[in-house]
């Protein structure tokens, strides 16, 4: 059992009887794996093989998976026990339903992800288990995985420094005339190599691309001029990584260098905002202040948590406001594009709420760079 699984199922179990809970039901592709501590290799692709993992308020904890995953699940999983299900004789629900019932909770109240569960599985479910008091868990885990535990914050740091490297790596290999594709190459090398254990997706988008909000790295040709735009979603234990640079092949002209310095002055005041107790909408409501002076268009929001999930809450945002708490991770991005001139630039970082402040996961050497590709 890894120290990150043994340290988020001690934080869940004695969270649950304080939130009401007898039992609580981890199923999707983020809330299986914070549970369970590792990914069942084939939960993101093959939709029935349904992942279960379920843990009680007495500290005892189950992982239901099919048959096919049942040796990797027993080698990996920090939950207690295993139950295997034959997905092609046996229903999913129907192994979760008896092992609820083992775990006497049958006539408790058990939290399950709604917003998750196919409605079919849920039906049949609650057939199987007539008395239990089956309630959405979506906020319990939103307040479980905001606040980091020791563990999890020394995996995102490692990670926020190897994807921090990889960004300096393209500025060292890239050159006018290679593609998109070749950046990406560059990176998936530096990130495996460095410290990251799987890449979800490289946004890499040059010249009238990088208005895209997500593009993927094509075979176009980086050439004078060209903006380029790169977002690196790396993973390591299932946790994600989401920083953005900015490149420009050539020379940096005096309007890009002028918006680039605009663009750090809002980075940074919103970091100097971050703090325990501070309002997420205060620190938007500023930041869309001074975007607004320099004559720019602001997102509807600046920043969103991040762990297993991409974006996760709490978002800094237009919409909602959020209270922050030491040990939350956010996503700090200001995001420019310019139509007119077929363009977009960002920067991103992540960011550790600390006792005191904060303190940069990514971005930690300095501010970055408006990065020049000769």
């Not at 046996?90 to 979760?96: H, I, K, Q």
């Not at 609820?100 to 109240?109: N, S």
């Not at 594709?181 to 490289?202: E, F, H, P, S």
Request: with cysteine; aromatic share 8%; charged share 25%.
């Amino acid at each position: 059992m890894s120290e990150l699984g043994q340290q988020v199922l001690k934080k869940v179990s004695s969270s649950l009887a304080v939130e009401g809970f007898d039992a609580v039901v981890g199923m999707s592709p983020e809330n299986a794996p914070y549970l369970a501590g590792f990914l069942v290799p084939s939960q993101k692709i093959i939709r029935s093989r349904l992942v279960m993992c379920v843990v009680a308020a007495n500290g005892d904890s189950r992982q239901v998976v099919s048959d096919m995953e049942e040796s990797y699940t027993r080698a990996y999983t920090s939950m207690s026990r295993v139950r295997a299900y034959n997905e092609f004789t046996e229903t999913p629900m129907r192994a979760l339903a008896e092992t609820l019932k083992e775990m006497g909770v049958a006539e408790g109240k058990v939290g399950l992800e709604m917003d998750f569960l196919p409605a079919q599985s849920y039906l049949e479910l609650v057939s199987l288990m007539p008395k239990t008091k089956f309630v959405d868990a979506g906020s319990f885990f939103f307040k479980m995985r905001a606040i980091k535990t020791p563990a999890e914050k020394d995996t995102l740091r490692v990670l926020g420094h190897t994807v921090n490297g990889s960004h300096k790596a393209i500025a060292t290999k890239i050159r006018p005339g290679m593609t998109e594709m070749d950046i990406a190459l560059v990176l998936y090398d530096y990130l495996l190599q460095n410290g990251a254990d799987d890449v979800l997706q490289l946004v890499v988008g040059s010249g009238d691309r990088s208005t895209h909000a997500n593009p993927y790295a094509t075979s176009r040709r980086l050439g004078k001029g060209d903006v380029i735009r790169v977002d690196i979603y790396a993973k390591l234990n299932n946790y994600l990584s989401d920083c953005a640079r900015t490149y420009v092949v050539g020379e940096v002209d005096a309007e890009q260098k002028d918006l680039w310095g605009k663009m750090l002055e809002m980075r940074q005041d919103a970091l100097d905002m971050i703090r325990p107790g501070a309002h997420t909408a205060d620190i938007y409501k500023a930041y869309h202040a001074k975007s607004v002076s320099y004559g720019l268009k602001p997102l509807n929001f600046l920043g969103h948590g991040l762990g297993l999930g991409l974006h996760e809450e709490p978002y800094v945002g237009r919409y909602g406001d959020w209270v922050l708490e030491e040990g939350m991770v956010l996503c700090i991005e200001p995001y420019v594009v310019l139509t007119e001139k077929n363009c977009g630039f960002q920067v991103e970082d992540e960011v550790l709420v600390t006792a005191n402040g904060y303190e940069l996961l990514t971005g930690y050497d300095g501010a970055p760079v408006l990065a020049v590709l000769k």
